[in-house]
């Protein structure tokens, strides 16, 4: 089991798709999120809630059902992760199989369940939710919105990590775990952090994992697709299904048992 490094800044970064750019429609289109020290923090109660929707539908053209994903961050996701050091990624993705010319919102939301707080309550005085979120009213996800639109360029996941974009409000952000704690008002007890959350989120933060964050976008869509090879941006349906040795067998079973099925009947009717 891993030992916290405190005090840390947990930053989570969208990191793809950028924010009013256009991308050429893929067959799963990966929403992309990198996530910085979480070793440093964990145990701790941390989900990541992500949406996917269409902006362009009507009552007479009902919207595909997009993606809708709550995950829960915690050393798992560390133990997975081939990216280096205090890096993970998480990447959620979207079937746009039918997908031409449109525009879409991606909406996400960073909680940590339970919160301390140095007077030594452990609830927020405006009601009963003792935790934190990153929303920027209290109410809402951040959201940014893109387009796609065949011709338009092949998504980049490098590129757009090595791109080195200002923080910006839809689609970063940081905070700092300065102690642990655990809840008093709960039993079994779980822990709770003392948080600064004033934190403005690193530039660059993942630009030096650029390329493992590339390649675990490409092994998570090329397995989507059942293919073992390939760039996922270019392949335009799903690779077919290997035929299992059991499926062998058994096909070649029924085949040897009609035989001999035919093979009597004749013999029974000579």
């Known amino acids: 089991m891993a030992e916290r490094t405190l005090p840390a800044d947990l930053q989570v970064d969208l990191i793809f798709p950028q924010n009013d750019t256009t991308y050429a429609p893929t067959q799963w289109f990966p929403v992309v999120f990198g996530v910085k020290n979480l070793d440093a923090v964990w145990p701790m109660g941390i989900s990541l809630s992500v949406y996917v929707i269409e902006n362009e539908y009507s009552k007479i053209r009902r919207g595909p059902d997009w993606k ?5 961050l915690n050393f798992a996701n560390a133990l997975n992760s081939t990216m280096p050091g205090e890096y993970f990624s998480h990447i959620a993705a979207v079937n746009m199989t039918n ?3 449109s525009s879409y919102t991606v909406g996400w939301e960073l909680d940590i369940r339970h919160r301390c707080f140095d007077n030594g309550t452990d609830r927020k005085e405006d009601g009963p939710w003792d935790g934190w979120s990153n929303s920027p009213n209290g109410h809402a996800h951040r959201a940014i919105k893109f387009h796609t639109a065949p011709g338009a360029q092949l998504p980049d996941i490098e590129a757009t990590a090595n791109s080195c974009l200002e923080p910006g ?7 700092r775990v300065t102690k642990m704690g655990e809840t008093h008002w709960k039993y079994p007890a779980e822990t709770c952090p003392w948080l600064e959350t004033d934190i403005k989120p690193s530039k660059c933060a993942f630009q030096p994992v650029a ?5 675990n ?4 869509i090329l397995s989507k697709m059942r293919c073992k090879e390939g760039s996922w941006q270019t392949i335009t349906a799903p690779c077919p299904r290997e035929k299992s040795t059991a499926s062998s067998l058994y096909s070649v079973g029924v085949g040897l048992a009609l035989s001999f099925v035919f ?8």
């Open 263 to 270: 093979a009597l009947c004749n013999l029974l009717s000579i």
């Open 217 to 220: 976008v490409s092994e998570v």
């Open 68 to 72: 809708y994903e709550l995950a829960s």
């Open 99 to 101: 997908g031409t010319t």
């Open 169 to 175: 409000v839809g689609y970063s952000t940081a905070v």
């Open 211 to 215: 390329k493992e964050l590339a390649a």
